[in-house]
């Protein structure tokens, strides 16, 4: 069985080492987001998951030129930044249709 120590530290100082101890532990399981550069490609699965819309209605944004794809090795991509741009467009022209 390990040592036990005790001290008499005030509870207010007590609390803020605790305080720091878990923050410092938290701050190592926090997950960081995946930083795209924005000349990346995104697969058509993959604007999809983003935005969260079927294969069927990304084949009729990119159709009627709300998204504009790519043919690179055989492969539908579409640029990252577009993809957001579009997206911000998207939810401007919704809140313009309630005003």
Known sequence: ME???LHSTPLK???VIIG????EKLR???PVPPQRPES?????REVCDLLKISLA???YYTRDGILKSYRLRG???????EVQEAVQAIRD?????RA
């Open 20 to 23: 720091n101890i878990v923050e």
């Open 75 to 81: 492969k539908v991509l579409y640029k990252t930044v």
């Open 13 to 15: 100082d007590f609390q």
């Open 3 to 5: 040592n036990v120590i």
């Open 28 to 30: 190592e399981f926090k």
């Open 93 to 97: 022209q919704r809140y313009k249709r």
């Open 57 to 59: 209605t990304l084949h």
């Open 40 to 44: 990346e490609y995104l697969t058509r």
